[in-house]
């Protein structure tokens, strides 16, 4: 909770004031937030404090950006299913043929479908886009 929930918190707060020195109407402050699809899904591995948490950080996100929306601040979430990382090694080298198989995409995520999605939220096109949590999995979420 500390690392996923209450340091993106404190974090938005503590940058407040040069996210409202930037924003304008047409090109509002951002804030991107990193959650889960664990956060909107139940995961069949069973790590609750972890998908409590961004689960926690998918509400926190709505509830900052109807909080920051008259400041012209817009709030995201970012929701990445299976990707190559740390807290994944394990899994990927024990499961990674059974994971990629019940990807919807038959893979991983890669960096670049990351990138992809930060860069449209960072965009004067997500400039109307507020509140959302957008999964970023190869379709799990949606056949979930």
Excluded: Q, W
Excluded at 63 to 79: G, K, M, Y
Aim: glycine share 8%; net charge positive; with cysteine.
């Amino acid at each position: 909770m500390d690392i996923n929930l209450k340091g993106p918190f404190f974090l938005t707060v503590r940058l407040l004031p040069e996210l409202r020195a930037a924003a304008t109407t047409d090109d509002p402050g951002r804030v991107i937030n990193i959650a889960s699809i664990d956060g909107l899904h139940l995961n069949p591995a069973e790590h609750y404090p972890y998908s409590a948490s961004k689960a926690g950080m998918i509400h926190l996100t709505r509830a900052l950006a109807r909080r920051l929306a008259a400041e012209d601040i817009t709030v995201n979430a970012v929701c990445p299913g299976p990707f190559e990382s740390k807290m994944m090694e394990y899994n990927l080298k024990k499961f990674g043929d059974e994971i990629r198989a019940r990807n919807p995409r038959k893979r991983i995520g890669t960096p670049e479908d990351m990138a992809g999605v930060a860069i449209y939220l960072a965009s004067r096109a997500a400039a109307y886009v507020t509140g959302a949590a957008i999964p970023v999995d190869g379709g799990i979420f949606a056949v979930s």
